[in-house]
């Protein structure tokens, strides 16, 4: 990977990919010589129409619709969205199964797509279940000998992962 690093993540109303929307969209940007940090973005996502969040989601991230009621919604973001990850290859944690097809999902739903096919993709979690077979808080407690919230991370907070994420891709 030679190109900066697009590191990102997703939190969700649910995890079916036909159904459910994207709420929040994290990313970090690197220098793939550095591994330093050149920009981040963060956005919460009102999806369009009546939506629900699931049970099992709002356990993991805690966001809530009310939350959610003054935010713009993903058609709003997607370009900007489309101009952070412009030129950067893609890294993330379960990225190959989850995130990719989910936004590819929600971009198409507005008309716009990224093509995934013209840029590298690291997926940190396949390597590491080929290594070790741990999710992410396992994986960054085995580098780091600390808890993802110990080292100030809110697992499943999109941002938080990108960066968590990103850390485990450095050590």
């Known amino acids: 990977m030679k190109r900066p690093y697009c590191i990102f993540d997703l939190e969700t109303t ?7 929307r994207i709420i929040q969209f994290a990313a970090a940007k690197a220098d793939p010589e550095t591994l330093a940090v050149t920009d981040t973005y963060m956005t919460y996502v009102r999806p369009d129409g009546a939506f629900e969040i699931g049970l099992g989601a ?26 952070f990850m412009d030129r950067c290859d893609i890294v993330g ?3 190959k199964q989850f995130d990719i097809p989910m936004l590819k999902i929600e971009l198409k739903r507005c008309g716009m797509d990224f093509d995934f096919m013209r840029t590298d993709v690291y997926d940190v979690f396949l390597e590491e279940r080929r290594r070790r077979g741990a999710t992410l808080g396992d994986v960054f407690r085995q580098y780091y000998g600390k808890d993802m919230s110990e080292a100030g991370y ?3 907070n999109a941002l938080s992962d990108v960066c968590a994420t990103f850390d485990v891709m450095k050590a």
């Open 154 to 156: 809110d697992a499943h």
């Open 58 to 83: 709002y356990f993991k991230h805690g966001i809530t619709p009310d939350f959610l009621k003054d935010k713009p919604t993903f058609a709003e973001v997607a370009p900007k969205i489309l101009a």
């Open 14 to 20: 649910g995890v079916n990919k036909d159904k459910d």
């Open 93 to 95: 944690y379960n990225h």
